[in-house]
């Protein structure tokens, strides 16, 4: 069964301090993973893309890693902000599928205090 | 910022009535998507549109219809609401050959 798993479920951090979140899935074929992140009421928004041979991206702050053979990714945040207060959404994409198939996580919610 | 429009975004109904939440896209995109998401929940699946005349169910079981007349418009309708679609409804739209996925700001909706 295509899945997809994140952990923690929600996390709580002090401003300027780092965090990683962790994506686990079990999607096949794979095409590319994703994270997004979701402010509270408003639609996901993409911060990565990577593909079966990509295993770093950054986006500012944020850098996301995958490991292909163990099916595993993180997004780590540096030096963290008030607005990083969001859920962050790990998303997986079959290959093969022309209807661009994603598979979505439950989130991991994460809180910056000041 | 993708140019995808949702409305209403809150809305608050009785049991039985009839509502119609509305999608429209700038971007020319063909493929367009509706999930429903609760709480702490994964975003789940419930219609797509390849294009105009082309609608599809998703993988969640949904009392819902849409239509796909226009290439920009993907309306999705309950025509009796019932509590238990309570949830937050997103639209997304994708352009031709890509699965990137943009999304909507959603819907609130709560059946009361």
Known sequence: KNQVEQSPQSLIILEGKNCTLQCNYTVSPFSNLRWYKQDTGRGPVSLTIMTFSENTKSNGRYTATLDADTKQSSLHITASQLSDSASYICVVSDRGSTLGRLYFGRGTQLTVWP | ?112
């Not at chain 2, 797509?48 to 819902?64: R, W």
Request: hydrophobic share 25%; charged share 20%.
């Open chain 2, 1 to 112: 910022e993708a140019d995808i429009y949702q409305t209403p975004r809150y809305l608050v109904i009785g049991t039985g009535k009839k509502i119609t939440l509305e999608c429209s896209q700038t971007m020319g995109h063909d493929k367009m998507y509706w999930y429903q998401q609760d709480p702490g929940m994964e975003l789940h699946l419930i219609h797509y549109s390849y294009g105009v005349n082309s609608t599809e169910k998703g993988d969640l079981s949904s009392e819902s219809t849409v239509s796909r007349i226009r290439t920009e418009h993907f309306p999705l309708t309950l025509e009796s609401a019932r509590p238990s679609h309570t949830s937050q409804y997103l639209c997304a739209s994708a352009a031709p050959g890509t699965d990137t996925q943009y999304f909507g700001p959603g819907t609130r909706l709560t059946v009361l």
